[in-house]
């Protein structure tokens, strides 16, 4: 016999870190696939240990890891978690960042600054990744800089179908927060049956973090209900600051939607005194108790993600889930 012939059958395997482990059993329901068992532990120095408690020799390794905070310690249990797959004999390793890390890093805005947003994709790819799945990248040119295929996800459609089934008799306006998202802004407001659009003109000092400066408003919002869409809300001051001035151009109600929120304190106070009727997010990120306020809606992103991790899995086309855009 010069050749063995062997039929083999693929194996899906899922994958969870401990930052978010609620998550990925959400999204493990939805797949009907159980997250893999593993020990996970630190050590007395800080160090962190991985093991799978089963086999994965073979398998399709889907890794879901959302890094909120502490961001570095998430980002490096990734690392490692990878790096057990990749030593284990997977098969294909995809890791899913539902929250890609430092994703706002993505350019040097002054001489001497690094580019931390490639860097992270860099770890990745070194440490074994070969394919990586996010939602709504800051920029999405951070799609280049990993080096294998990219899925990128929309939460847009979860959001504007929420807004469609409950502001549907609203006179509606898209607002963008700034002048870099008008292209964004453009899409939801198509999404939305074509309602007008408007977008706040800022300042932003390079040297001052999550401070920024909203000037006007351009744009008709008087009397409308405002859609104030971003990707994601952090301390939350360039939101707020935007709905002060959509309110003193005469908005009616004004609704928040943003993909990530990160919520860093003291965004939930600034959020919940804003003004905005309404606040909604996915929970790409773990909101915890002491984050919620009365205006803040969270919807689910498990569908999305178990969808294009089975479409991943089956071969099928990732880009028919997102109308094309993906």
């Known amino acids: 016999m010069s050749s063995l012939s062997i039929t083999t059958r693929k194996s899906l395997m899922l994958f969870s870190g401990r930052a978010y482990p609620e998550l990925a059993d959400e999204v493990g329901k939805y797949l009907d696939v159980s997250v893999t068992p593993q020990s996970a532990y630190d050590f007395a120095n800080g160090e962190i240990f991985v093991r799978f408690e089963e086999s994965v020799r073979g398998s399709d390794a889907f890794l879901v890891q959302s890094c909120g905070v502490p961001i570095n310690t998430w980002v490096m ?38 580019i931390s947003a490639r860097l992270v994709a860099d770890l990745l790819k070194t440490a074994g990744a070969q394919r990586l799945m996010t939602v709504d990248l800051h920029t999405d040119q951070i799609q280049g800089f990993f080096d294998g295929p990219v899925d990128h996800m929309r939460a847009q459609k979860l959001l504007t179908g929420y807004i469609a089934e409950h502001y549907a008799d609203h006179d509606m306006v898209v607002v963008s927060p700034d002048s870099g998202r008008v292209r964004v802004a453009e899409k939801w407001a198509d999404a939305l049956g074509g309602v007008p659009l408007a977008f706040i003109h800022k300042t932003r000092d390079p040297l001052v973090p999550n401070q920024v400066v909203s000037n006007r408003v351009v744009g008709d919002v008087r009397g409308k209900t405002c859609i104030l ?31 990530h929120g990160v919520l860093s304190d003291p965004a939930s106070q600034r959020l919940a005194d804003s003004g905005a009727c309404e606040v909604i997010v996915t929970n790409t990120l773990p909101i915890g108790e002491e984050k919620l306020f009365p205006q803040l809606t969270v919807l689910s992103i498990a569908p999305l993600l178990a969808n294009t991790i089975r479409a991943v899995f089956d071969n099928g086309s990732v880009t028919s889930l997102f109308d094309g855009s993906a």
């Open 77 to 114: 249990e990734t690392l490692i978690m990878i790096d057990a797959l990749k030593r284990a004999s997977a098969k294909r390793i995809t890791v899913v960042l539902p929250f890609y890390p430092y994703a706002r890093q993505d350019k040097k805005h002054r001489g001497r600054e690094p």
């Open 229 to 259: 869409t971003d990707d994601m809300i952090d301390t939350g001051g360039t939101i707020a600051g935007a709905v002060n001035l959509l309110k003193k151009d005469g908005a009616g109600d004004v609704i928040i939607a943003a993909t």
